[in-house]
């Protein structure tokens, strides 16, 4: 079956500082990959995904590219604020092409990321 | 554009009650998902609609865990009778996808507590 694996937490940096937070999975199939993101105290929003492979998602100066090859997609971002504090999650959803309409998602456990001033 | 909206917030119920959530997707989205997250964990997935039909129910604990889409709009999800392991957050879904992945927008949650 389908599932994926991220980083546990919590990830503690200071400001300014540099992001990664690996994701792998495993899929039959051709999934598509999402990174959400759950402030605190807010329900879950969807923060960037990608379709294809080398396909690359951004959003809020993050970013994470979909890695075939090696069945990655590591969210990153170049200088983190406060406000990024939160959890992050990786997802995929099943083979887009499987014609089934939109699937259900396939969640990592989540990645608490705590921002230091 | 209203979110997804779930009720109730919280709820505290003893083992053995039955409880009831509910769901109001956003106006004109025919997928909706219930999904369960236990503390510390990412969603799981419960049951997908796509209008009033459930096309994956795969995952959902049929014995005790029921659910409605009546109309295709609202949904219902129940459980009866409740258990200590059920306490977790209750998360509803929807989306406007068809054929090709859309995203999903997720509600705030219910968040249950059996005593």
């Known amino acids: 079956g389908n599932s994926v694996t991220q980083m546990e937490g919590p990830v503690t940096l200071s400001e300014e500082a540099f992001l990664t937070i690996n994701c792998t999975y495993t899929a039959t199939g051709y999934p598509s990959l999402f990174w959400y993101v759950q402030y605190p105290g807010e329900g879950l929003q969807l923060l960037l995904k990608a379709t294809k492979a080398d396909d690359k998602g951004s959003n809020k100066g993050f970013e994470a590219t979909y890695r075939k090859e090696t069945t990655s997609f590591h969210l990153e971002k170049g200088s983190v604020q406060v406000s990024d504090s939160a959890v992050y999650f990786c997802a995929l959803s099943a083979d887009r092409y499987s014609g089934g309409g939109a699937d259900g998602l396939t969640f990592g456990k989540g990645t608490h990321l705590i921002i230091q001033p | ?115």
């Open chain 2, 1 to 115: 554009e209203a979110g997804v909206v779930q009720s109730p917030r919280y709820k505290i119920i003893e083992k053995k009650q039955p409880v009831a959530f509910w769901c109001n997707p956003i106006s004109g989205h025919n997928t909706l998902y219930w999904y369960l997250q236990n503390l510390g964990q990412g969603p799981e997935l419960l049951i997908r609609y796509e209008n009033e039909e459930a096309v994956d129910d795969s995952q959902l604990p049929k014995d005790r865990f029921s659910a409605e889409r009546l109309k295709g709009v609202d949904s219902t999800l129940k459980i009866q009778p409740a258990e200590l392991g059920d306490s977790a957050v209750y998360l509803c879904a929807s989306s406007a996808a068809r054929g090709l992945v859309g995203e999903q927008f997720f509600g705030p949650g219910t968040r249950l507590t059996v005593l």
